[in-house]
T-cell receptor, first 116, second 117 residues
């Protein structure tokens, strides 16, 4: 089973509208971290926001917020007042706890296109 | 503060050859992770190095190897290249190794795009 599921392969959104990018995850660990990254066409991964499994408040970073619903294993990214420069691939990722370090597990991504 | 740098940015090789990619982390960062990104498989974790030691490795064949030097710079090597190795290889650095829910932001480099002909 996939550990990170992003069900929206692509989205078209009008400029200035709010956008919600879906992400569900699967883990049996109690300790884990959830990340969202933006990847423009240049290829570089840009960190957007982080949510720890023990964090009680939803994370926010400027126009980005993470709607964390632990019981539903959901970590949706919300972008308020979208801009043309937000057009990019967006990846949800998870790092699980335990003794080892397996790096980040990424979803397949959502291709977001902001239209003027 | 300079970001993560990767060299070369683009590389073309033929099947059977080997290749070495380089990654210089952000100054002060001691952990370096490598990821492979392909259209079919997406982003997959290759390995992570901290203080010159490999901490873990993803599900890749032994043809993929890496190392880290005392200055935290890292290299990854792919031997006996196959067509399927064509990918964007991303390096990420962080202050400390990854682990659980602890906040540990990884800063990614621009990647090396490898094409195997």
């Amino acid at each position: 089973a996939q550990k990170i599921t992003q069900t929206q392969p692509g989205m078209f959104v009008q400029e200035k509208e709010a956008v919600t990018l879906d992400c569900t995850y699967d883990t049996s660990d109690q300790s884990y971290g959830l990340f969202w990254y933006k990847q423009p066409s240049s290829g570089e991964m840009i960190f957007l926001i982080y949510q720890g499994s023990y964090d009680e408040q939803n994370a926010t970073e400027g126009r980005y917020s993470l709607n964390f619903q632990k019981a539903r294993k959901s970590a949706n990214l919300v972008i308020s007042a979208s801009q043309l420069g937000d057009s990019a691939m967006y990846f949800c990722a998870m790092r699980e706890g335990g003794g080892g370090a397996d790096g980040l597990t990424f979803g397949k991504g959502t291709h977001l296109i902001i239209q003027p | 503060k300079a970001g993560v740098t990767q060299t070369p940015r683009y590389l073309i090789k033929t099947r059977g050859q080997q290749v070495t990619l380089s990654c210089s982390p952000i100054s002060g960062h001691r952990s370096v992770s490598w990821y492979q990104q392909t259209p079919g498989q997406g982003l997959q974790f290759l390995f992570e190095y901290f203080s010159e030691t490999q901490r873990n490795k993803g599900n890749f064949p032994g043809r993929f190897s890496g190392r880290q030097f005392s200055n935290s710079r890292s290299e990854m090597n792919v031997s006996t290249l196959e067509l399927g190795d064509s990918a964007l290889y991303l390096c990420a650095s962080s202050l400390t190794p990854s682990g659980g829910s602890s906040y540990n932001e990884q800063f990614f480099g621009p990647g090396t795009r490898l094409t195997v002909l």
